[in-house]
């Protein structure tokens, strides 16, 4: 079946230092979202991708799309507290030719930060 | 501001009792999703709903069942709980091709 592949699973930084979590597809992709998971909270959306080789910056975060749309990068400068979580990239689920939105989740990267 | 609300934050259950896990959502939204999260294994998909009374498997479907005969409202059932069902039980809504919302999650602990 459709997979996307998410590295690393774990992450520890110190607060300040930089942090980037990789997905890699194995089909080319319409788009790509990616998601953040705070401890104990649920899945929030951060954004979304969908031209080759886009960036989109929000704040310190740094997210990338490809050239080919088979893979994108999530990049923190200078982390704080506040970042700790989870975060997924998330892709369409096209199987069968319709996605009636359907996304299939990468595993994610846990990402811890020590003051 | 969109509101995915579930039924409960935290459930217990014995083996063998029948679970239902309600999802609501406020936006009109066409789609519905119910997945479980496990350590290290991500969100796994197990039904979705594109419309009233239409539903889909996901990648994990065995010993679940889902309900929607409302839009705004999708239901998880377990109709014989065991204890590889506990998990964090998380529903989600989205309109076609845009982000999903998902709601606070259900921790379902399974004796």
């Known amino acids: 079946g459709q997979q996307v592949m998410q590295i690393p699973q774990y992450q520890h930084v110190q607060e300040g230092e930089d942090f980037t979590t990789y997905c890699n597809s194995s089909?080319?992709?319409?788009?790509i979202q990616w998601y953040k998971q705070r401890p104990g909270g649920h899945p929030v959306f951060l954004i979304q991708?969908?031209?080759?080789?886009e960036v989109k910056k929000q704040k310190r975060l740094t997210f990338q799309f490809g050239e080919a749309k088979k893979n994108s990068s999530l990049h923190i400068t200078a982390t704080q507290t506040t970042d700790v979580g989870t975060y997924f990239c998330?892709?369409?689920?096209?199987?069968?030719?319709?996605?009636?939105?359907?996304?299939?989740f990468g595993q994610g990267t846990i990402l811890t930060v020590h003051p | 501001d969109v509101k995915v609300t579930q039924s409960s934050r935290y459930l217990v259950k014995r083996t063998g009792e029948k679970v239902f896990l309600e999802c609501v959502q406020d936006?009109?939204?066409?789609?519905m999703f119910w997945y479980r999260q496990d350590p290290g294994l991500g969100l796994r998909l197990i039904y979705f709903?594109?419309?009233?009374?239409?539903?889909e498997k996901g990648d994990i479907p065995e010993g679940y069942s889902v309900s929607r005969e409302k839009k705004e409202r999708f239901s998880l059932i377990l109709e014989s709980a065991s204890t590889n069902q506990t998990s964090m039980y998380l529903c989600?809504?989205?309109?076609?091709?845009?982000?999903?919302?998902f709601g606070p999650g259900t921790r379902l602990t399974v004796l």
């Open positions: 089909t080319t992709l319409s788009n």
């Open positions: 936006m009109d939204h066409e789609n």
């Open positions: 991708l969908v031209k080759s080789g």
């Open positions: 998330a892709e369409p689920s096209n199987a069968g030719g319709t996605s009636y939105g359907k996304l299939t």
């Open positions: 989600a809504s989205s309109s076609e091709g845009s982000t999903q919302y």
């Open positions: 709903s594109y419309d009233v009374k239409m539903k």
